[in-house]
């Protein structure tokens, strides 16, 4: 199990762009976060999740 913004969540076999989507988010309103690093949203589907790794997703909200 991986930790996505802080809770455990089965990975097995799964990218991060696949994970994302299952989370419910969209990606073009989000930022990712991948053990520390900053990852581009284009390579999302190049990151195969691993137990134990970290994953913090932050959603963009607009306001006025």
């Not at 991060?16 to 989507?21: A, D, N, Y």
């Not at 976060?33 to 909200?61: T, W």
Request: with cysteine; glycine share 10%.
């Amino acid at each position: 199990m991986a930790f996505i913004n802080g809770k455990k969540v089965e990975v097995e076999n799964k990218n991060l762009k696949e994970i994302i989507i299952e989370q419910g988010y969209k990606i073009d309103r989000i930022a990712v976060e991948l053990n520390g690093s900053i990852i581009k949203r284009v390579n999302y589907a190049d990151y195969i999740i691993n137990k134990e790794d970290k994953v913090e997703i932050v959603c963009f909200v607009g306001g006025g």
